[in-house]
C-alpha cells in the first residue's frame, strides 16, 4: 500500500481534462500537474484515495517528444497558464482527446469530434485578465498577478505574452502608485486594500477599461486619484472603475461598482456588429476565436432553418443573437444578469434590430417554462451555459421547446457531454461536434456541437 510521501516513478500515459497527466502505479490512477503525455518521471504522492492518487513532480527522468522549452520564463510557476511546455500542435490533440473521453466515458457514446481549430494568434489574445494583489511584507512591496500553482501566494507579473502589452505597462505603474500613494492595507489585516485588479481590453477599438476591486465601501482620495492617474498615464485606458467586493468568497467582483473616470464599459467589433460589453458582463475572452465560432454557427443556420426562429438561453450581451439575426425571422434572449442584460439591451438599439431581436431577463429555470405555457416553440435554440453546464430543468424545457435543432456551446467537457446524453434520450441526434482552442496554453477547451431533432 503506497502512502503519502512515497516517492515513485511513473510513465505519463494520458492527460485528463484538468490538465494533469496521467499514470498507473500498481493499478492506482495517478494524476501529476506539469507533465504531459511520455514523460517518465519521478514524483511524490501528496494524496492517496481508494482509487486515485496525486502526486507532485519531482524530476522527469525522461521528457516526453512533446515536452518543449517553455516561451514564459515563469511557467512552471504561474498558475495562469498549464500546458506552456507542451508543443501546440499537442495541446490541440489532447483538447480533441479530452472532448472524446468525456464523451465515452460520461455519455457512454463515441462520436465523431473534429479537430481542434486552432487560435490564429496565441500571442496578446486574451482580452479579460483578472489579475489578485498581495503585500510582500519582508520586500515592502506590491505584488499583481496570477496565483502561483497549487497555492494563494501571487506571482509577480512583470510580462505575460498572452495578453495585450498595454496591460503589462499598466500594472508596473500600478504597483508603483499604490506604494506613493499609500494604498496598502485595511487596518484591520494585513490584506492588500485593493484584492484584484480586471483588465477587459477591446482588439477592433484597442482601448482598454481598469476595475480596481477593494475590499470596503469607501473610496479614499488616494484611491480616486491612483484611478485619475492610470487615465491620465494611459491614453488608450477608456475607463477607470472601482469595484467593492467585502465577501470572504473567491468571487472576484462583488455586487457594487463605482465609476470613477470616464467610461464604465469598452466597445468591441465583432462580424460587423458593435458590442458594449461592461466589466461585470461575460464576453468571450478571445475575440478572433469568437469570430470563428460565430461563422460556424451562422452557417449552421443558414444550411438548416434560414430564416427560421431562434431562442438563445444564456445570451450574454448578444454575441450570438446579434450577428444571427440577419438571417432569422426573430431571435428571442434569456439572460439573468443585469449587467450583460443592460449592455444587450444597448447593443440590440445600436445596431437597430428592435425589429428582430428580444429580450427577457430572468433565470432560464424560470423564463423557459413561461415560453412553454405560452406554447411558444423555436426552430433553434441555442445553449452557452456557464461552466457548470444546464440544469436539468432548462434541458428538459429545451427539448420541447425546439423544433428542429439544438446548438449547444461549452466551455466544460464534462457537464457538456453529460447534458447532450440527457438531450439524446429525448429524440435528438449529434451532427457535429468542433472544437476551438479558445484559451491557448491551458486545458480549456471551447465546443460547440449542432444537435437534430429525429423524433
Not at 173 to 189: D, E, G, H, V, W
Not at 349 to 364: D, F, M, R, T, Y
Request: charged share 20%; aromatic share 8%.
Amino acid at each position: 500500500m503506497i502512502k503519502v510521501g512515497e516517492m515513485i516513478e511513473v510513465n505519463i500515459d494520458r492527460m485528463a481534462f484538468g490538465g494533469e497527466g496521467v499514470a498507473r502505479y500498481h493499478g492506482l490512477v495517478i494524476f501529476v500537474p506539469d507533465t504531459v503525455t511520455g514523460d517518465f518521471i519521478l514524483c511524490q504522492l501528496v494524496t492517496v484515495k481508494k482509487d486515485y492518487a496525486r502526486a507532485q513532480l519531482v524530476k522527469v527522468t525522461t521528457p516526453s517528444q512533446h515536452r518543449i522549452k517553455p516561451p514564459c520564463n515563469v511557467s512552471s510557476l504561474c498558475g495562469g497558464c498549464q500546458w506552456q511546455f507542451i508543443d501546440y500542435e499537442y495541446q490541440l490533440q489532447t483538447k480533441q482527446s479530452v472532448i472524446i473521453d468525456s464523451f465515452q466515458r460520461i455519455a457512454k457514446i463515441n462520436p465523431v469530434i473534429n479537430p481542434v481549430i486552432p487560435n490564429p494568434n496565441r500571442e496578446q489574445s486574451r482580452v479579460k485578465v483578472q489579475y489578485s494583489v498581495q503585500i510582500d511584507k519582508i520586500e515592502n512591496n506590491i505584488l499583481i498577478g496570477y496565483f502561483q500553482k497549487g497555492t494563494h501566494n501571487v506571482i509577480n507579473l512583470e510580462y505575460c505574452s498572452v495578453q495585450p502589452n498595454i496591460i503589462n505597462k499598466i500594472t508596473e505603474f500600478i504597483r508603483k502608485q499604490i506604494i506613493q500613494l499609500n494604498i496598502l492595507s485595511i487596518n484591520i489585516t494585513d490584506q492588500c486594500l485593493i484584492r484584484h485588479v480586471v483588465y477587459r481590453y477591446s482588439v477592433t477599438q484597442n482601448n482598454i477599461i481598469v476595475v480596481l476591486v477593494i475590499h470596503s465601501n469607501k473610496i479614499s482620495d488616494a484611491l480616486r486619484q491612483l484611478c485619475i492617474n492610470i487615465s491620465s498615464e494611459f491614453p488608450h485606458v477608456d475607463g477607470v472603475l472601482v469595484n467593492h467586493n467585502l465577501s470572504k468568497s473567491s468571487s472576484i467582483l462583488g455586487n457594487m461598482t463605482t465609476k470613477i473616470v470616464e467610461k464604465s464599459f469598452i466597445i468591441e467589433n465583432i462580424g460587423g456588429y458593435e458590442f458594449q460589453i461592461s466589466a461585470e458582463s461575460f464576453f468571450q475572452v478571445n475575440p478572433i476565436v469568437a469570430q470563428l465560432m460565430l461563422s460556424e454557427v451562422y452557417q449552421h443556420i443558414e444550411e438548416n432553418i434560414f430564416n427560421g426562429s431562434v431562442l438563445d438561453v444564456y445570451s450574454g450581451v448578444g454575441l450570438f443573437a446579434l450577428y444571427v439575426s440577419q438571417i432569422t425571422s426573430r431571435v428571442v434572449c434569456v439572460e439573468e444578469s443585469k449587467s450583460a442584460v443592460n449592455d444587450l439591451r444597448n447593443n440590440i438599439q445600436n445596431n437597430s434590430l428592435e425589429n428582430k431581436i428580444q429580450w427577457i431577463q430572468g433565470n432560464a429555470d424560470h423564463i423557459l417554462p413561461l415560453l412553454l405555457r405560452d406554447k411558444e416553440s423555436f426552430d433553434l435554440v441555442i445553449l452557452d451555459p456557464p461552466r457548470q453546464g444546464c440544469s436539468i430543468d432548462v434541458i428538459k424545457s429545451t427539448v420541447r421547446l425546439a423544433k428542429s435543432f439544438i446548438l449547444y456551446i461549452s466551455c466544460n467537457p464534462t457537464t457538456l457531454a453529460r447534458d447532450v446524453k440527457i438531450i439524446l434520450e429525448h429524440g435528438f441526434s449529434i451532427q457535429s461536434i468542433q472544437p476551438y482552442d479558445m484559451f491557448s496554453y491551458t486545458y480549456h477547451i471551447e465546443t460547440i456541437v449542432l444537435i437534430k431533432k429525429i423524433s
